[in-house]
């Protein structure tokens, strides 16, 4: 028997409609909307129509960039086309953007304050007011902090949620906990930041430089379905004579565009480009040149300790914007037969072993080659499914018909606990062959690909902290809350980020029912709505009580988001809450009284060059969307091989923090739970994944009705493992693990792997009838993780499963 059946059902329209009475034509219900609401009456024809056309910057984090016109008449909206951005090539959308008017308007949202009246997780609630509202979390927060502290309260925001301003003004003001984005989307670049010093890859260029790439290799990233906007790239790339090469253990709409698919096991990622890193040395399939001019390889190494050679001196790390301790390292150098510091070498030897000071040292790039010796192009192929010619071949087309990129997605490999090996791998493989700063060569996740980068883009300043303020120490991260001591007692959530950073839902069910307090600020009726005692109603990126919005800058543009709509039934702005709840501690004078004194702020105190001169007033005649003359666009001047953030300004490709773990070079390790040798293998033989669709960003969107029409929600599985299990296709099939389970209608596909399942990412509750996907999904982070700059990651796709039918 599986572990708690999991999370079903949803908000009731019961549960919502509770007192109705007292709503009268107002039809206020966050489960659905009454007969008297116009707003979702379909949109009329008008002789004399008065129309706007509003510029509004979409989805913040998925990478596409695109900014939408809107137009609205007569005070409602009723299209969605792309704005050009200054660049033809950006006059794309995706159908998150087609689907915004349905989702704006969306029975789903939440019209009023509400107040939990049934048991926490039953939705149960009343209308209130605003001041009652503010009234209870002002209490609850107070409360718990003269109870237990001024770290028992803990508020965090969603991506999406941080789209209103970028700020999260309170915990700052009433001493409480919080963090930013955490736990998701950065494993591989966790494992690539110490040796480029850059968040998400060495990729300065966008993807329409790919055009002069000759090798492409894709890294589960499903970009035809996630960054629509920006796919065709790749056609062009393809077109100028560039291979495409797509990896990922599902067939892909991207790998239906591919020259080549490479379909590793799932979770093995880290084996197959280990085999290729072997082969690439072991062929001499490197850049000796480069190595030695841009690279640590010459740097000694004591070989009994593993240490580097050299002292240490204070540095400011550029990620963690603070003086660390930092090694100025030493190499041989041929001409005086002796050890020297890195800088002052005439003549460094990138390999060999030698003596100093009684010791044996070796070069990086001596123990590089012991370390990786057993991992040949044989092994790889036993471990990933990959066949030993196809790992050689691509091997040497990315080290040898260059210019090559490496363009990785956040899901797949960077959803198992060993993604940070991956990331070590691919870093290393980009600096012996040299493979970045230079026109059609890079690594990471492309700026434009759906990748988190921005291009080119300016930078703004926070808004000021008054002096004596500052939030509490935040010791345990947010996902790890419900399984390891902390003193959270009350927690506040914009967005629904319980159910979006976390896996094991059960888990994170019974954690939040164990609160004192759970207050939740939210467009829609999401997950964790079920679970709060208090909910506000916020506004939608297209709804503003000011003309003007939120200030935000990508790809050679600044972007300054203009009111499309008022604020809908009750609906207030992000800042507006804020300010709302800090008045109730005198703190709302510390915070910018509007969107436009904000952008003012950072436009005026700016210090990046390409915007200087940049006014609110020139961004409002712009129409909220300016191109920046200084922005150099890499695209059209190409690029040099760029001096590093790095302590020596050069790739520093051992990793000595990581000794303890066995890490300082990338060593193979199987993932947590997903592997064939897991004795848990026997019981869940399935590998299940979980991946971003073109219907929705994560959760968000969930609530669009032609999504549902046209795609549903089904699980997919291999021919071979459905026939063995007796279910066909349209089956309504159980998954399950000792962490909970879930049904779903059974999609029996070829373009998924023997051995694994796969699933589009979570939807909100409610339109998961036989219960959430995450309940079943891993939340355990390996203990080498927590070290990582982006602390550590959840494996979600790290979970093994069985599947019968319902």
């Known amino acids: 028997?599986?572990?708690?059946?999991?999370?079903?059902?949803?908000?009731?329209?019961?549960?919502?409609?509770?007192?109705?009475?007292?709503?009268?034509?107002?039809?206020?219900?966050?489960?659905?909307?009454?007969?008297?609401?116009?707003?979702?009456?379909?949109?009329?024809?008008?002789?004399?129509?008065?129309?706007?056309?509003?510029?509004?910057?979409?989805?913040?984090?998925?990478?596409?960039?695109?900014?939408?016109?809107?137009?609205?008449?007569?005070?409602?909206?009723?299209?969605?086309?792309?704005?050009?951005?200054?660049?033809?090539?950006?006059?794309?959308?995706?159908?998150?953007?087609?689907?915004?008017?349905?989702?704006?308007?969306?029975?789903?949202?939440?019209?009023?304050?509400?107040?939990?009246?049934?048991?926490?997780?039953?939705?149960?609630?009343?209308?209130?007011?605003?001041?009652?509202?503010?009234?209870?979390?002002?209490?609850?927060?107070?409360?718990?902090?003269?109870?237990?502290?001024?770290?028992?309260?803990?508020?965090?925001?969603?991506?999406?949620?941080?789209?209103?301003?970028?700020?999260?003004?309170?915990?700052?003001?009433?001493?409480?906990?919080?963090?930013?984005?955490?736990?998701?989307?950065?494993?591989?670049?966790?494992?690539?930041?110490?040796?480029?010093?850059?968040?998400?890859?060495?990729?300065?260029?966008?993807?329409?430089?790919?055009?002069?790439?000759?090798?492409?290799?894709?890294?589960?990233?499903?970009?035809?379905?996630?960054?629509?906007?920006?796919?065709?790239?790749?056609?062009?790339?393809?077109?100028?004579?560039?291979?495409?090469?797509?990896?990922?253990?599902?067939?892909?709409?991207?790998?239906?565009?591919?020259?080549?698919?490479?379909?590793?096991?799932?979770?093995?990622?880290?084996?197959?480009?280990?085999?290729?890193?072997?082969?690439?040395?072991?062929?001499?399939?490197?850049?000796?040149?480069?190595?030695?001019?841009?690279?640590?390889?010459?740097?000694?190494?004591?070989?009994?300790?593993?240490?580097?050679?050299?002292?240490?001196?204070?540095?400011?790390?550029?990620?963690?914007?603070?003086?660390?301790?930092?090694?100025?390292?030493?190499?041989?150098?041929?001409?005086?037969?002796?050890?020297?510091?890195?800088?002052?070498?005439?003549?460094?030897?990138?390999?060999?072993?030698?003596?100093?000071?009684?010791k044996k040292v070796v070069t990086q790039f001596t123990l590089l080659k012991q370390q990786i010796a057993d991992y040949t192009p044989e092994w790889a192929a036993e471990k990933s499914g990959v066949d030993e010619q196809v790992i050689i071949d691509l091997a040497d087309r990315y080290a040898n018909a260059g210019p090559a990129v490496i363009n990785w997605g956040m899901g797949g490999p960077d959803k198992f606990a060993l993604g940070d090996i991956l990331g070590h791998t691919l870093a290393i493989m980009a600096a012996i062959t040299g493979n970045y700063g230079k026109r059609g060569a890079g690594i990471g996740a492309y700026p434009g690909g759906g990748g988190m980068n921005s291009g080119i883009a300016a930078t703004f300043p926070a808004w000021p902290t008054a002096e004596g303020f500052k939030p509490a120490a935040h010791p345990v991260p947010f996902f790890d809350m419900p399984v390891k001591e902390n003193n959270v007692h009350a927690v506040m959530f914009f967005g629904d980020v319980p159910f979006l950073q976390r896996g094991n839902a059960n888990e994170t069910a019974e954690w939040l029912k164990g609160l004192d307090f759970v207050a939740v600020a939210e467009i829609y009726n999401s997950t964790v709505v079920s679970y709060a005692d208090i909910v506000l109603p916020s506004t939608s990126r297209f709804e503003c009580s000011e003309d003007w919005k939120a200030l935000r800058s990508l790809f050679g543009n600044v972007l300054l988001q203009q009111k499309a709509l008022e604020p809908m039934f009750e609906a207030k702005d992000d800042l507006e809450i804020e300010r709302l709840i800090l008045a109730k501690w005198d703190c709302d004078q510390y915070l910018p009284e509007t969107y436009e004194e904000l952008a003012r702020f950072q436009l005026s105190k700016s210090q990046d060059k390409k915007i200087e001169g940049l006014t609110f007033e020139k961004l409002v005649e712009a129409g909220g969307v300016y191109h920046m003359p200084a922005a150099v666009d890499p695209t059209v001047t190409g690029a040099t091989t760029p001096v590093l953030k790095t302590h020596t300004g050069r790739a520093e490709l051992y990793y000595e923090s990581l000794i303890e773990f066995n890490q300082a070079f990338p060593q193979f390790e199987e993932p947590s739970e997903a592997y064939a040798d897991n004795p848990l293998a026997e019981k869940y033989p399935l590998i299940f994944l979980t991946g971003k669709t073109r219907f929705r960003n994560h959760s968000y969107m969930s609530n669009t009705p032609w999504f549902h029409q046209m795609y549903g929600e089904p699980l997919m599985l291999n021919p071979v493992d459905a026939s063995s299990r007796g279910l066909k296709d349209g089956d309504t099939v159980r998954v399950f693990n000792d962490r909970g389970e879930f049904t779903a209608m059974l999609q029996v596909d070829e373009s998924i792997r023997p051995g694994s399942a796969y699933m589009a990412e979570e939807r909100f509750l409610q339109y998961s009838p036989g219960g959430l996907m995450q309940n079943v999904t891993n939340s355990t982070c390996v203990p080498r993780s927590y070290t990582g700059t982006h602390g550590a990651q959840v494996p979600f796709n790290d979970n093994l499963v069985e599947i019968q039918k319902a």
């Open 1 to 358: 028997m599986s572990g708690g059946k999991g999370l079903r059902g949803g908000i009731t329209r019961r549960g919502f409609m509770k007192g109705a009475a007292a709503v009268g034509a107002l039809g206020v219900a966050a489960g659905g909307m009454t007969a008297t609401s116009n707003w979702l009456a379909p949109a009329k024809a008008y002789a004399e129509a008065e129309e706007t056309v509003c510029s509004v910057p979409h989805l913040v984090h998925c990478g596409g960039g695109c900014t939408l016109d809107c137009t609205v008449r007569n005070g409602r909206m009723v299209s969605v086309q792309p704005h050009s951005l200054y660049d033809e090539r950006n006059r794309k959308q995706c159908l998150r953007a087609v689907g915004e008017i349905s989702n704006t308007y969306s029975v789903d949202r939440i019209q009023t304050p509400l107040r939990r009246v049934g048991e926490r997780g039953e939705g149960e609630f009343e209308q209130i007011s605003w001041d009652e509202a503010i009234d209870a979390i002002a209490t609850a927060f107070k409360e718990a902090q003269e109870t237990y502290g001024k770290d028992a309260v803990f508020i965090k925001k969603t991506i999406e949620a941080l789209n209103s301003h970028g700020f999260n003004f309170i915990p700052t003001y009433i001493g409480c906990q919080t963090e930013a984005l955490s736990g998701i989307d950065r494993n591989i670049a966790n494992g690539f930041i110490p040796a480029f010093m850059q968040p998400h890859g060495l990729a300065a260029d966008s993807v329409w430089a790919w055009e002069d790439s000759k090798t492409i290799i894709n890294i589960a990233h499903n970009h035809a379905e996630t960054a629509i906007p920006w796919f065709e790239s790749v056609a062009l790339a393809r077109e100028a004579g560039a291979k495409f090469i797509d990896i990922d253990p599902r067939f892909s709409p991207t790998a239906g565009k591919a020259d080549q698919w490479i379909a590793p096991i799932p979770g093995q990622d880290p084996a197959l480009f280990l085999g290729v890193l072997n082969a690439m040395v072991e062929n001499g399939w490197y850049d000796e040149e480069f190595m030695l001019a841009h690279t640590s390889m010459a740097n000694l190494i004591d070989a009994e300790t593993g240490a580097l050679l050299g002292e240490m001196e204070q540095w400011m790390h550029p990620m963690a914007q603070k003086e660390v301790p930092a090694r100025v390292p030493m190499v041989w150098d041929a001409t005086a037969n002796a050890a020297v510091v890195y800088s002052a070498a005439s003549a460094p030897a990138l390999e060999g072993e030698f003596t100093v000071d009684g």
